[in-house]
Structure formats: C-alpha cells, structure tokens
T-cell receptor
Framework: AQTVTQSQPEMSVQEAETVTLSCTYD???????LFWYKQPPSRQMILVIR??????QNATENRFSVNFQKAAKSFSLKISDSQLGDAAMYFC?????FGKGTKLTVNP | DTEVTQTPKHLVMGMTNKKSLKCEQH?????MYWYKQKAKKPPELMFV???????INESVPSRFSPECPNSSLLNLHLHALQPEDSALYLC??????????????FGPGTRLTVL
C-alpha cells in the first residue's frame, strides 16, 4: 500500500525568505503523479504543484518548486519569497493518499 | 468552469435529524469523492464514485449514505449522526478515477456540527 509521510508538523518562515517542506512516499509503481495541496485557514484546498514521475525535470509554478528525487522517494516543496498569503496547511499527496500535513506560518 | 461547489456551507443538526449535503461540478469529470476532515488533519477518504457508480467505500458507517444522481452531482445523506461526526466534509472531483494519477479539484466544504 502507498504511504505518504510529512515529518514536519509545523514550520515557520520570515516574509520574503525561502522555506522547504519535506515529503517522502512509498510505492512499488514506476509511473505516477505527486501533488502538493494548500489549504489556507477556513478556505478551499487548492492544488499548488504537480510532479509527473516519468519527468526528470522538477516542476515549478512561479514561486513554488519541487525537489523530486525518485530513487529516494522524496518530494519536497520549496516556497521562495514567502508571502503572508502562503500561510496554510500544506498536504503532500500520492493518488488518494495524503500526508498528515505541515502547518506553515509566515512571520511579517 | 473549473469549480466544485458545495451546499450548504454550514450545517447544524441534531442526532435524530436527516439532512443532505450537495456537491456539483461542471468540468465533465467522471470521478467524484467525499472526504471527512477534522481540524488540522488530512482529509479522510469516505466514498468514491466513478461513472456514477460507487467504486470505493472506506468502511463508512451506514448513517452516511452517498448518492450520485448524474455525472455532475454528488449527494451525501446524513441520518442519526453522532457528535463525533462533526467535521468539515469535502467534495472533490477528477477527470477519471485513475489510480496513481488522480489530480483532484476540491470544493470549499460543508462545516457540519452535530449536537
């Protein structure tokens, strides 16, 4: 069975700084997608970024990028130039399996 | 339209009430999902519909009864709930139920309180 592990329950970052959220997963499949979702307080869960496992190039979406290490089964999210609006719960997901989430606080 | 809508936004019900949650999407997606989410926890999968047929039931108690009347609509009927069922109920959809490739679009959720 697939598992997804987020080992950082909480993280904090200063506005304009960079932060990295960690995620590891376990699967026996060779082809799959991985996702980071963002859920701001009392707001809707939205997709931040998607990585396709067959692509060696790391996905980027504006200030969000991933470091995908397929052999190590690692999928971390880097947020550059952090903004107050980035404060949220971040969930790493593989298929229908979600990690426990990381609560990100952005300090002004 | 890239939106999943859910009604109502908030619901308070007694343990003897019967109520329903509604979810709608017009993206042509053929897989729809119900999740239960407690505060500061990840979503817990409850049910999955694929092409209007129930594909996954994660051993959810029978007081929760899902229904998929057509490819755009998903309902969750509630009856004789317990206070511990109070949570945020999220609906999501994806193009297909596609194993390792499910990119899901989430609705805003219904905040349910059971008294």
């Amino acid at each position: 069975a697939q598992t997804v592990t987020q080992s950082q329950p909480e993280m904090s970052v200063q506005e304009a700084e960079t932060v990295t959220l960690s995620c590891t997963y376990d699967t026996s499949e060779s082809d799959y997608y991985l996702f980071w979702y963002k859920q701001p307080p009392s707001r809707q869960m939205i997709l931040v970024i998607r990585q396709e496992a067959y692509k060696q190039q790391n996905a980027t979406e504006n200030r969000f990028s991933v470091n995908f290490q397929k052999a190590a089964k690692s999928f971390s999210l880097k947020i550059s130039d952090s903004q107050l609006g980035d404060a949220a719960m971040y969930f790493c997901a593989y298929g229908l399996v979600f990690g426990k989430g990381t609560k990100l606080t952005v300090n002004p | 339209d890239t939106e999943v809508t859910q009604t109502p936004k908030h619901l308070v019900m007694g343990m003897t009430n019967k109520k329903s949650l509604k979810c709608e999407q017009h993206m042509g997606h053929r897989a729809m999902y119900w999740y239960k989410q407690k505060a500061k926890k990840p979503p817990e999968l409850m049910f999955v519909y694929s092409y209007e047929k129930l594909s996954i039931n994660e051993s959810v108690p029978s007081r929760f009864s899902p229904e998929c009347p057509n490819s755009s609509l998903l309902n969750l009927h509630l009856h004789a709930l317990q206070p511990e069922d109070s949570a945020l109920y999220l609906c999501a959809s994806s193009q297909r139920l596609a194993g390792n490739y499910n990119e899901q679009f989430f609705g805003p959720g219904t905040r349910l309180t059971v008294l």
